[in-house]
C-alpha cells in the first residue's frame, strides 16, 4: 500500500507528517517545507521517487500484523543508516533525491519465488519476530524494476493472532491513529514515515545510540484520549497525502522517541 509525502530528513516531508509546536486544540499542519503538506509545493515539481518495501507473506505462515508493522519501520531507519545511503555512498544520491521531493513509499507483498527475485536485487532484508521485510533504495515513481513491479500491493490484510504485547514505554513507540481503519500494507507504510520523522529529529549521538543498539521499537494503538494527548505533545505527526485509503490531512501515526518527549 502506498505512503506518500512525509517531511523528509532535516529537509523534507512524507506522507504528510508534521512536527507540531506545542499543545493546541488542533495539531499544527506540517512545516512550509514539509514532504507532508497536501498543498503543492516546490517538493512537486522535484523527480519524484519512492520507497519500496516488500513484506513476505507466504499463505501458510504469514507475519503477526504489529511485528510487520516494527520490522517495516526499523527497515526505513536501517535504510536511512546505512553507508551506502550517506555521504559519497552508492545509495546516497537517490536518497538525497527521494528526500527532496515527497517522502513516498511503497509496501508490495511476495511469497515463493517472487521473494527470492525479490531478494536478487539490491537491497537489505530485515527480520522480525516473524516478519520479513526488504526494503530497497528509491526508484522513479513509474521506474520500478519489473521484478517489483508485478508485485501485488493488495493482500496485505495481516492479523495478530494473539493480541500483542503492552508497549515498552522506556523506549521509542509508534502510536497510530485509533479511529482510522487502514490495511497492514497502509500502516507499515506509515509506521516507516513515522520512524523516519523521529530519525530527523534526533541529533548524531543519539541516532548512534539507536542504531547500535538494533532499532528497538515498538507499534500500539492508544485509546482516544491518549491520541488527542499524543498529537498535540509536540511529538513528530504523521499527516497522510491522501493518495490513498484515508483522507488527505489525516493524523497517522505519532513518533514517540525518548529524546523527544518533553
Known sequence: MSSND???????????PSVPGGPSSVPPGPP?????????????EAPQYVLPLVVHIE??????????????????????????????GEWAQVMRDWQDAR??????RARGAEWRKACALPGI?????????RVYP??????????????QVSGTDLDDPEPPAAPDLTGPVLWLNPDLGMSAGKEMA?????????WWELSETERKAWREAGFPLSVATPDADR????????????????????????????????ALRR
Open 32 to 44: 512550509v517545507d514539509s514532504p507532508f503538506r497536501t498543498e503543492r509545493t516546490n517538493r512537486d
Open 103 to 108: 517522502i513516498r513509499k511503497v509496501v508490495r
Open 59 to 88: 499463505k501458510t505462515a504469514p507475519p503477526a500484523r504489529t511485528d510487520a508493522l516494527r520490522t517495516a519501520a526499523r527497515a526505513v531507519l536501517v535504510m536511512l543508516s546505512d553507508e551506502r545511503s550517506t555521504g559519497e
Open 125 to 133: 532484508t530485515v527480520t522480525g519476530e516473524s516478519a520479513e521485510v
Open 6 to 16: 512525509i517531511p523528509a530528513s532535516p529537509t523534507v516531508p512524507a506522507e504528510s
Open 227 to 258: 491520541w488527542r494527548e499524543l498529537t498535540v505533545s509536540g511529538l513528530p505527526v504523521v499527516r497522510d497525502a491522501g493518495f490513498t485509503e484515508i483522507a488527505p490531512g489525516s493524523c497517522t501515526v505519532v513518533a514517540d522517541h525518548p
Open 190 to 198: 506509515q509506521a516507516g514515515h513515522g520512524a523516519q520523522l523521529a
Open 138 to 151: 528509491p526508484v522513479p515513481l513509474d521506474g520500478w524494476p519489473k521484478e517489483l513491479a508485478k508485485l
